[in-house]
């Protein structure tokens, strides 16, 4: 914390919440709580925070995982203090002091920012200006990650405050995804997809072993299965674009996406507007196992092999909107690319757990077809014959 150091001897609980727990674009700011022991009435609200890994530990921390690059998972959170609470005797202690924080970009729900769209202008300038991302005092270090529409005639003159990010931004797929350092990327589906096709051979799968609940396997509630319909400008007309998953024998119902504040100019196949919309209708046409959520023990992992270390390693690497990958030793209908929407670490004096809100490859991406992901580990190989694969072994990783 800022003014007042906390260590770790004073802290009994963390939670970081990284992320969001659906699908979609939009702001879904990083919560960080702290409770510790005793009455500190420090007044912190506003001021830059941060919750790490001490310095003189973390190279050491690293190097027993077998990661010498300590500097990607030292750093848990950083952003701004705001509610102190203070807790008379809860439970028989004297006093317990609750710290909370956000990351940078919440501070949008208070902005009165706004901007004026310009026909021509890229979608990308658009966000820059409504977040305020040009102004060094608002503490926003932002990269924008992918390709951007423009907007359209239909949004010139357009004046767009807070309330209308949605329209701008959640709506048309880009996601504000905030790192643990403080750094803000918006990103859209087809360049997370990109994103988990470089590391498919790079990462280690997650193993059912590493998991502590890895049981419960879910099919959603079928909704009623989705036409999506949608508008854009372009040039010369009204550009009117549908999607819906190929299945005859269910209802369909129509969903209208009113896009024409933005332009459609050239490859319209595999873009990242599409991408969104064939995600939506894959969302409401849900005929896909996931798994809502998954535990892992980090302290579990950091005690065991070679493997099993280099997981933990990869997991306090993790940022939310990353993939998650299950290999052999998955049911079949769970195997392949998974992404974490959301990321939940809680941390107390005997326990260190990574909850992961997982969400499918097809309603993250906006593709059909979910994509073979090879085993590393002989815990991940199940079934798998190895004579198929022409790596050496370890030689993945």
């Known amino acids: 914390m800022p003014t007042n ?12 919440t990284r992320g969001k727990s659906q699908r979609g674009g939009g702001i879904h700011p990083t919560t960080l709580e702290i409770s510790t022991n005793g009455n500190r009435p420090i007044d912190v609200q506003g ?21 010498g690059d300590w500097e990607n998972m030292w750093l848990r959170f950083q952003g701004r203090a705001g509610t102190t609470e203070i807790e008379d ?41 409504l977040a305020g991302a040009d102004n060094g005092l ?40 905030e790192n643990r350092d403080g ?16 590391d498919l051979d790079l990462m280690l799968p997650l193993t059912r072993s590493q998991a502590i609940s890895p049981a419960t396997i879910r099919l959603n509630n079928e909704f009623p299965a989705a036409k999506i319909v949608t508008q854009l400008y372009s040039p010369t007309n009204q550009t009117t674009w549908a999607y819906e998953v190929n299945d005859d024998t269910r209802l369909k119902e129509t ?27 894959f969302e409401t046409s849900n005929h896909y196992w996931t798994m809502p959520t998954l535990t892992v023990d980090l302290l579990m992992l950091m005690q065991g092999n070679d ?16 993939p998650i990958y299950f290999t052999q030793d998955w049911p079949s209908h769970l195997r392949g ?26 309603h993250v991406t906006g593709e059909k077809y979910q994509v073979a992901v090879a085993p590393k580990t002989w815990d991940s190989a199940g079934t798998n014959q190895w004579n198929n694969d022409t790596r050496t072994w370890n030689g993945a990783y």
């Open 5 to 16: 150091a906390i260590y770790d001897d004073e802290i009994f609980e963390v939670t970081i």
């Open 47 to 67: 001021h830059n925070c941060r919750f790490f890994i001490r310095d003189a530990i973390a190279p050491t921390f690293a190097a027993a995982l077998g990661h």
């Open 89 to 129: 005797n809860p439970h028989g202690i004297p006093f317990i002091t609750n710290f909370q924080a956000a990351s940078w970009i919440g501070q949008l729900a208070y902005s009165g920012k706004g901007h004026v769209a310009s026909a021509g202008d890229s979608v990308r300038d658009v966000l820059i200006g």
């Open 138 to 177: 608002r503490g926003l270090d932002i990269a924008y990650r992918g390709n951007f529409p423009n907007v359209s005639p239909e949004g010139n003159g357009f004046y767009i405050c807070k309330d209308d990010l949605m329209k701008w931004s959640g709506d048309l797929g880009y996601w504000f995804r």
């Open 183 to 198: 750094t803000t990327d918006v990103i859209n589906p087809q360049w997370r997809n990109a994103r988990a096709l470089d």
């Open 255 to 281: 969903i209208d996406q009113d896009w024409n504040h933005v332009e459609y100019v050239g490859d319209w196949s595999g873009n990242a507007l599409q991408r969104e919309i064939i995600g939506k209708a």
């Open 307 to 322: 493997p099993h270390k280099r997981q933990a390693a990869q997991l306090l690497e993790l940022e939310a909107a990353h």
């Open 337 to 362: 690319i998974h992404f974490a929407e959301q990321i939940v670490e809680r941390i107390t004096p005997d326990s260190w757990t990574m909850e992961l809100l997982l969400l499918p490859y097809s």
